[in-house]
């Protein structure tokens, strides 16, 4: 399995952007997919995931601001960042979780398959 993500890049406070991540190499939807980050001299945090059926959770930091989506028939998994923040600067790496009985605190710990980071940097 290989989980490809694009879209990182300058933005600028305020702004928007999105970044988005195809698996290859799976002939079944992934029961989670989402987005982790980690920035300089911290930890990784979990982002956003999203299950196959569409339930969706958010780290407290970006609710409200980002929105996570994906294609369950592609295995592609988005997220749209708005109102974007100087401390949202970070590697974004996209993830995906085969447990069927996966919960949001299991995967705040990690996912199965993992994606290169790309960097977003906000800043003006």
Known sequence: VQLQASGGGLVQPGGSHGLSCAANGSNFSFNAMGWYRQAPGQR??????????????????????????????KN???????????????????????????SWDEYADGMDYWGKGTLVTVSS
């Open 44 to 73: 990784r945090e979990l982002v956003a995931a999203i299950t196959t059926g569409g339930s969706k959770h958010y780290s407290g930091s970006v609710k409200g601001r980002f929105t996570i989506s994906r294609d369950n028939g």
């Open 76 to 102: 592609v998994v988005n997220l749209q960042m708005n109102s974007l923040k100087a401390e949202d600067t970070a590697v974004y790496y996209c993830a995906a979780d085969n447990r069927i009985t996966g």
